[in-house]
């Protein structure tokens, strides 16, 4: 179970791991002057224009090139467009550092200065920082969402739950989750902050920002052009499969809805000591099953991994999850290499490594699932176990 105590995170820190951090926060930052922080440039310009009043920030629409995020969100960066783009992707690194260190410490209070350095050599969380990426703050919204339901506090739950769809809307499944164990205050609170954040993006930016949001969303739920980077479940099928992508599309929209439908219904009927094992399926199944998965997005399992280490500590699953997002980062580099050299080597790179370039992340959520359900099938059989005796000690 994670930790629920807090203690006072500063006086934790030793002056040398302040120092190291304050080190990768600069660093990070100067990444901005050689070019990279490309998402962080994405949303910052997109906030920029909104606010200038002189465009959309969701047009023209290109998948992983646009701002593609609710108008709240602009409304969260716009003190960021105060200051110049290098100070203000500074400021951005310094609170996605400050959010990852509060993960870790709240996952695991005594040793996340270890994890904290660990965490930082691998390839998702490398890249989320390099990009300026915000998955960051949906991993900060969905632990705290999971440590007020835990400690039944709804509000803060729901709360949380907003704030985690608003960021981006793969986990509005999980008010499925809390349909299924009927917790209806954090589903009410949920969707009555949502609504609030809505209006307050209407009462900032007017409604223009939000057709856009809702138009540009309509567009991105078809099915997605093949990219070399794309992840996701849908994409290998697509790989694999002689058949027309729009048709794997519906069938693959299909199998999706079925899932998630199948595994709301096994939560509405499970004890409530396995929900919190489901709960972090559905965290892994709102990252795979969505049709566009880049490789950062894989921070999110952080979740599940830690649950499973809780329940189930499994050393070989801590390398998976090292390796085979770095295999898939190196297979990317090799084949960046062949373009650059040699445009026929490409073509017999793109034969080879294409094919299994995204395998390593989609073995990596299985394995995460494998082990969540195995999780999920013990503690299931145990509870059957003790109603049995139960029953024979009564009888």
């Given at each position: 179970?994670?930790?629920?105590?807090?203690?006072?995170?500063?006086?934790?820190?030793?002056?040398?791991?302040?120092?190291?951090?304050?080190?990768?926060?600069?660093?990070?930052?100067?990444?901005?002057?050689?070019?990279?922080?490309?998402?962080?440039?994405?949303?910052?310009?997109?906030?920029?224009?909104?606010?200038?009043?002189?465009?959309?920030?969701?047009?023209?629409?290109?998948?992983?090139?646009?701002?593609?995020?609710?108008?709240?969100?602009?409304?969260?960066?716009?003190?960021?467009?105060?200051?110049?783009?290098?100070?203000?992707?500074?400021?951005?690194?310094?609170?996605?550092?400050?959010?990852?260190?509060?993960?870790?410490?709240?996952?695991?209070?005594?040793?996340?200065?270890?994890?904290?350095?660990?965490?930082?050599?691998?390839?998702?969380?490398?890249?989320?920082?390099?990009?300026?990426?915000?998955?960051?703050?949906?991993?900060?919204?969905?632990?705290?969402?999971?440590?007020?339901?835990?400690?039944?506090?709804?509000?803060?739950?729901?709360?949380?739950?907003?704030?985690?769809?608003?960021?981006?809307?793969?986990?509005?499944?999980?008010?499925?989750?809390?349909?299924?164990?009927?917790?209806?205050?954090?589903?009410?609170?949920?969707?009555?902050?949502?609504?609030?954040?809505?209006?307050?993006?209407?009462?900032?930016?007017?409604?223009?920002?939000?057709?856009?949001?809702?138009?540009?969303?309509?567009?991105?739920?078809?099915?997605?052009?093949?990219?070399?980077?794309?992840?996701?479940?849908?994409?290998?099928?697509?790989?694999?499969?002689?058949?027309?992508?729009?048709?794997?599309?519906?069938?693959y929209k299909f199998?999706?809805?079925?899932?998630?439908?199948?595994?709301?219904?096994?939560?509405?009927?499970?004890?409530?000591?396995?929900?919190?094992?489901?709960?972090?399926?559905?965290?892994?199944?709102?990252?795979?099953?969505?049709?566009?998965?880049?490789?950062?997005?894989?921070?999110?399992?952080?979740?599940?991994?830690?649950?499973?280490?809780?329940?189930?500590?499994?050393?070989?699953?801590?390398?998976?999850?090292?390796?085979?997002?770095?295999?898939q980062r190196l297979?990317?580099?090799?084949?960046?290499?062949?373009?650059?050299?040699?445009?026929?080597?490409?073509?017999?790179?793109?034969?080879?490594?294409?094919?299994?370039?995204?395998?390593?992340?989609?073995?990596?959520?299985?394995?995460?699932?494998?082990?969540?359900?195995?999780?999920m099938k013990r503690?299931?059989?145990?509870?059957?176990?003790?109603?049995?005796?139960?029953?024979?000690?009564?009888?």
């Amino acid at each position: 179970m994670y930790q629920t105590v807090m203690s006072p995170l500063a006086g934790q820190i030793s002056s040398r791991l302040r120092l190291l951090i304050f080190t990768v926060i600069v660093i990070s930052g100067l990444f901005i002057v050689t070019g990279l922080a490309v998402d962080f440039t994405i949303y910052y310009d997109a906030a920029k224009l909104t606010l200038s009043g002189e465009g959309s920030a969701y047009y023209p629409y290109d998948i992983g090139e646009s701002f593609i995020y609710h108008p709240f969100i602009l409304s969260l960066l716009s003190p960021f467009t105060w200051l110049p783009l290098s100070l203000a992707f500074i400021t951005w690194t310094i609170l996605s550092a400050i959010g990852f260190a509060w993960v870790l410490y709240r996952l695991d209070e005594k040793r996340w200065q270890l994890w904290w350095l660990l965490w930082l050599v691998w390839v998702p969380v490398v890249e989320t920082f390099y990009n300026g990426q915000i998955n960051i703050f949906i991993l900060c919204a969905l632990l705290a969402c999971y440590l007020f339901y835990q400690s039944e506090r709804h509000i803060l739950a729901g709360i949380a739950l907003a704030c985690a769809i608003i960021i981006k809307l793969t986990p509005i499944i999980l008010l499925g989750y809390f349909v299924a164990t009927r917790k209806w205050k954090i589903v009410l609170i949920a969707v009555l902050t949502l609504a609030l954040m809505f209006l307050i993006s209407i009462l900032q930016f007017g409604s223009d920002p939000l057709i856009d949001f809702i138009t540009v969303t309509r567009l991105s739920s078809g099915a997605p052009p093949i990219r070399f980077h794309n992840l996701s479940v849908y994409m290998l099928l697509v790989q694999y499969l002689p058949v027309s992508p729009n048709i794997i599309y519906e069938v693959y929209k299909f199998c999706v809805i079925l899932i998630l439908m199948s595994l709301t219904i096994l939560t509405f009927f499970a004890p409530s000591h396995v929900h919190g094992t489901i709960f972090h399926i559905f965290i892994v199944l709102a990252v795979i099953l969505t049709p566009i998965v880049w490789v950062h997005h894989f921070i999110l399992f952080l979740l599940p991994l830690w649950h499973i280490m809780q329940k189930a500590p499994q050393a070989i699953l801590i390398r998976m999850l090292f390796i085979l997002p770095s295999i898939q980062r190196l297979l990317e580099l090799i084949f960046a290499l062949f373009i650059i050299s040699n445009v026929a080597l490409a073509g017999i790179a793109n034969g080879i490594i294409a094919y299994i370039l995204r395998l390593p992340g989609i073995l990596l959520a299985g394995w995460l699932l494998y082990a969540l359900f195995q999780i999920m099938k013990r503690d299931w059989s145990l509870d059957k176990s003790n109603q049995e005796i139960a029953q024979h000690t009564g009888n």
